[in-house]
């Protein structure tokens, strides 16, 4: 389409706030009490954060998949799809992300690493302090919180922290530092207080990632030191 | 293009009507509603009332139950009021499904269907249009128009030719946001086009150098779409005092003040506002109403406006 430059940001904002996270508080409803679970998956995420154990580590990232593969069929799929015709696009790139933490879970010279405070901040930001979000918003309910592995944005968060923990290579942060920028975009466009974050997030995790990219300390032969 | 009105009997019988014969608002208990004016299709001669409804946004409510029936409720109070443009596109999300539900529940009489084909490539537009028709749930559009004049060489040879076969009243074009004016003049000057879709305010007023004139002149209908900038207009509008002149010409909001003059406007057939909320809904049927400023009160709107927006 050649007439793409005509149009700016707000020309694809579709929705608006109130359907938005009216959406959000009919898909809550509807799939309650899943978030119990989704919680208990992200506390499993935290600890492989912070336990540094490759088995746990393999555990999470294949956590992470599974919350990836939900999000985009559950989610983008049958309910963001319903207000924004590019949900399915979305939908495709969080699987691709699901198959890419697959590979990350199982790729060969996978090395534990050591804890990283930051990554972890952002885990536990993303998976116990993100659903308290609905409250601080005005008119915001309980029935809209944003949990992790149930919508995109605390789950896309929770993976940054994994992924600046393990050093992952690049290739595995395009499609969440993208759905950082889409996702704020939205939200910015939606007038909503707190859209900055995820852009803000991306930019520090990605960062942090640069600065402390380096070949990694393979916990497991420092255990078992050879003479 | 004089403005003219319609019987004032049927316009409040049918708003009692809407409101279920139980409680007046106290908008409507405070005075009896004037007729709502109404201005030519130039290219034909009928009668459109200059108040229009708009989907964008608002009636991309999903499956959303409450969204829905709140569309509905919308739509109701719109037709009530003597409304009959609604606007939509295959851009607006379930837009077009959300008002095909209130079309056939309110089953409206005077149903000015207006929608967009917005695709590249003919032969997908028309697939498209299908599509939106069974969504609108209507034997056939009264107009169609090319939505940001996407793909419009291959476009308008269809429409033109589905009105031709009777399968169309009306043809148009549409743009937003003051883009690509000068393919806008281009196509009104060149093709026998029925309507032009624009964006136009007290603050936005490009078209009044030239898009508006060559309607006039070319004989070709101007819908008026973000008369209040998506909101942020009335927004910025919230709080400050209405001069003196709003009374004047019966004014008591913005956003009715905003809204009468763009419709005074003698080349604007109708301006199309998108609201989520009757009430809003009410205020905006209003605007269409009695007294419209002259060309020296326009003059002193636009300039009040851009002095407190």
């Known amino acids: 389409m050649s007439e793409w430059w005509t149009y700016s940001l707000s020309d694809f904002l579709m929705f608006s706030s109130r359907s938005y996270y009216r959406l959000i508080e009919s898909y809550n409803a509807a799939i309650w009490p899943a978030h119990l679970l989704a919680l208990v998956a992200g506390l499993v995420v935290i600890g492989a954060i912070a336990r540094s154990r490759q088995h746990l580590q393999r555990s999470a990232a294949l956590v992470l998949a599974a919350a990836w593969s939900w999000v985009a069929w559950a989610y983008q799929l049958e309910r963001y799809a319903e207000i924004n015709t590019a949900a399915p696009y979305f939908a495709g790139a969080f699987a691709v992300q699901a198959l890419l933490l697959c590979w990350l879970a199982y790729r060969p010279g996978n090395a534990a690493q050591a804890p990283q405070p930051l990554g972890l901040g952002l885990a536990g930001l993303a998976i116990l302090a993100y659903p308290l979000l609905a409250l601080a918003r005005d008119n915001g309910t309980w029935g809209q919180a944003e949990v992790f592995g149930i919508v995109p944005d605390p789950t896309v968060i929770a993976t940054l922290g994994v992924l600046l923990a393990w050093r992952a290579p690049a290739i595995f942060w395009l499609i969440p530092v993208s759905w950082c920028l889409v996702s704020g975009a939205t939200l910015m466009e939606l007038k909503i207080s707190h859209a900055w974050l995820l852009p803000a997030l991306a930019f520090i995790s990605s960062l942090a990632w640069l600065i402390k990219r380096k070949p990694p300390r393979d916990l497991n032969s420092t255990a078992n030191p050879r003479s | ?266 080349a604007v057939t109708c301006a199309i506002p998108a609201t989520s909320s009757v009430a809003h809904v009410r205020e905006n049927l209003l605007a269409g109403t009695g007294r419209m400023p002259d060309e020296a009160l326009r003059k002193r709107i636009a300039q009040d406006v851009e002095r407190l927006a």
């Open chain 2, 1 to 266: 293009m004089p403005l003219t009105s319609p019987s004032r009997r049927h316009l409040l019988a049918s708003m009692i009507a809407a409101s279920g014969g139980l409680a007046l608002s106290p908008l409507l208990a405070a005075a009896p509603p004037a007729p709502l004016l109404t201005r030519p299709i130039p290219s034909s001669g009928e009668q459109l009332p200059v108040i229009g409804l708009g989907s964008w946004i608002t009636f991309n409510v999903g499956r959303d139950p409450q969204g829905r029936r709140e569309s509905t409720d919308v739509m109701r109070q719109f037709f009530a009021g003597g409304g009959r443009l609604v606007d939509s596109s295959p851009m607006y999300g379930s837009a077009q499904d959300v008002i095909g539900e209130a079309v056939q529940t309110l089953k409206p009489a005077r149903l000015f269907s207006a929608d967009k084909v917005w695709v590249s490539g003919g032969a997908r537009g028309v697939a498209q249009v299908e599509a939106s028709r069974k969504l609108w749930r209507v034997a056939r559009f009264d107009l169609l128009q090319v939505h940001n004049l996407l793909s419009w060489e291959e476009h308008l040879p269809i429409l033109l030719a589905m009105k031709r076969e009777g399968r169309l009243r009306y043809v148009g074009i549409t743009t937003s946001e003051g883009r690509r004016h000068a393919e806008i003049e281009k196509i009104m000057a060149s093709q026998p086009i029925d309507f032009v879709q624009i964006s136009y305010n007290a603050l936005d007023r490009d078209v009044e150098q030239r898009i508006l004139p060559l309607a006039r002149e070319r004989k070709i209908g101007v819908i008026v779409n973000r008369p209040f900038r998506q909101g942020d207009l009335t927004q910025a509008l919230a709080g400050k005092p209405l001069p003196g002149w709003a009374a004047d010409i019966g004014c008591t909001t913005w956003a009715q003040a905003l809204l009468k003059f763009i419709v005074s406007h003698p």
